[in-house]
């Protein structure tokens, strides 16, 4: 069985043959570009997991009932597939009783485990954080190998995502009725099982919350790892296993049966079961707006529950006044406080700037974001490569899928036909930071990249060219590009102009010396969470993607999410 510290033999051609641990040899892999050796020595991490041997797919199996993974950091697929679900509306016989089994199984778990005091739960969940803790550097591998985020980027999600441990501790006694000595203090009640389908951009930090609420709450889960990063489930499971005959063996009130039972308490599904979807009763969704409405529209029909934390775009605001705030240091200050917000995580973050509006004064802004940007693509020239994401130095990590990549072309295509400036110069000059790659083929590496729209005069473009820009400014791009929009002459203006766009509700910073500018535009445009003199974050307690040190995704009410609640009342006394 191989583990993380245990040695790997790296192919001969890559290097004369040297045993290293798993992150090294995966590290020498990249450095030296070879996909092959990459894909060997992932798979052989992975087999050790006894859930991933049950997740391979038959490789007889057709094809569109397979996940096939996917390696960004090659831009070529992982070498081998998960028995997934077929996508779409279909719904294959197969598809239908693994829903089944899982939903049957996560039922019988849960009535033994809500039946079990609020203490012993919250006993499990520190088992559990536990055991999370002997794998997380196997988590942590998975998600770097199948998202290519560098190493120390994973490392924080991790850290983060375990806060949920100790806020469950010391907040869901309040909140789900119980004393600590088991005296009930409300009519509340587990939903029954949950299914947990977590993000591709922070597989565990987004999965962790929903996870650790539904379980204290007496829910059984079933997690569904987003397709793009699905591996980190396996270290994930071996955790939850080791867990769970852990707790069920020290209960001494329940039968073998019910130890046995137990062990579905925490299950997974690879890929789209919509069955699944359709009847579990509570999906907690994190992602796209557009799976999410899907999720809703199905479950609304059966009148099933569900928690939506989807994407959208975040605004940042540059008032003249901010050059004067001695913490912003200036425009330089302020602009190195933009680029940390979008391009390490290479722009795949739900809380990325995307839009910038800058007052008369403030150019410098962009002009120094432009030369934080070329400084980054020439670092990448002069290395030869991009970073590596197993590097403990490495600051970003490929594009996740093609779609956000040709987004990223078509915006310089479009710079470049309207004489907007890319990075403080001309898009031909830039284009060559899109298709760097790693690998035969090019993968999805790019640099990050600052398209200034302010001098383009909009009264001479086409309608075609007008609709496209439009386009391109007001829906996502998921990866490192931000846009000086235009020059705004007041606040009311920033304010008009972010109203004017639907998808910019989600976050929003405003750099200013008035305090008042940042309570004014964060009421007019109803966005929860705006931060003032920083890049754009997730501040406000109801989301977007809550954390604990906040209250979390429901404020003060996340642990209830997860629950039912009764009223009793005698109307004859």
Known sequence: MLDMDEDVMVREDVQEKVDMPVPEALRLAVAKRDSAAFNAIYLRFLQQFPEFGNALADPAAP???????????????????LAGSNTGEIATPRVKKHATALLTKGKAAQDVFAHMPLKDRLEFLALLEKRIARHQDGITLTITADTGKPIANTEAEMKKGGQWFTDAQEKAWGQLGETREG??????????????ISAYNYPYALAIGGIVGALAAGNSIIITPANKAPNWIFPFMQAASEAIAEFADSRKKITGEQKNILGSLIQYSIGVNKPLTDDVDLVHFVGSNAVGEAISTSRAKKHKKSILELGGNSVVVVMKSALGVKSNGGAEGIAQKIFDGFAPATGQRCTAPRLIFLEPGTNAVAGALAALCRNEALEHKLTGSPCNPFERDAKMGPLMDTHARKRM?????????????VNGGKAEETRVNISGNIAPGGSCWVNPIVIDWSHVDRSKISDDQQAGLEDLLNNETFGPLVHVVKTIHNLQEAIDETNRRDNYKLAAAVFTGTPEDTETFQHDTGITSVTENSGPKDQSPQGPHGHPWLDSIGGESHYLLYTRQFVIKNLGQ
């Open 409 to 421: 072309e078509q915006a310089l295509a479009l710079a470049e036909e309207l004489g907007a400036a």
């Open 183 to 196: 005296k009930k203090t409300k009519s509340i009640e587990p939903l029954g099982v949950v299914q947990i």
């Open 63 to 81: 094809l569109h009932d397979n996940l096939v993974p996917y390696n960004p950091v090659f831009d070529v697929s992982a070498g081998f597939a």
